[in-house]
Nanobody, 131 residues
Framework: EEQLVESGGGLVQAGGSLKLSCAAS????????IAWFRQAPGKEREGVSC????????YYADSVKGRFTVSRDNAENTVFLQMNGLKPEDTALYYC????????????????????????WGQGTQVTVSS
């Protein structure tokens, strides 16, 4: 059974840092792009970042560019999201998702966020940034 498990969320003050992890099992991890999404209360799910299967390409939403860094360790079946310079508007439930695409871009993340596929999702980890 395919499984994605996020961890590393928490409460941090504005300007602080967190590192999220997404641990995968039950599928060929190296065949999938892995993306991070977030959803704040009352808002739609949005794509934050993405790394292709062999990490040769990454994508960042404009809102996090220069502050967040995505990386993956295919030997450990894990993807990371290093978040620096956190702002209160970064507060959300953060999800990782395995995407059946070779292209990490805004369009593919928007499709994944809207139709929840093709691919599968973790359960999310909460990030709260206090001002």
């Amino acid at each position: 059974e395919e499984q994605l498990v996020e961890s590393g969320g928490g409460l941090v003050q504005a300007g602080g840092s967190l590192k999220l992890s997404c641990a995968a099992s039950g599928f060929n991890f190296g065949d999938y792009a892995i993306a991070w999404f977030r959803q704040a209360p009352g808002k739609e799910r949005e794509g934050v970042s993405c790394t292709t299967s062999n990490a040769d390409s990454t994508y960042y939403a404009d809102s996090v560019k220069g502050r967040f860094t995505v990386s993956r360790d295919n030997a450990e079946n894990t993807v990371f999201l290093q978040m620096n310079g956190l702002k209160p508007e970064d507060t959300a439930l953060y999800y990782c998702a395995a995407m059946m695409t070779t292209i990490c871009d805004a369009e593919n993340l928007a499709i994944m966020a809207r139709v929840r596929g093709p691919g599968f999702w973790g359960q999310g980890t909460q990030v709260t940034v206090s001002s």
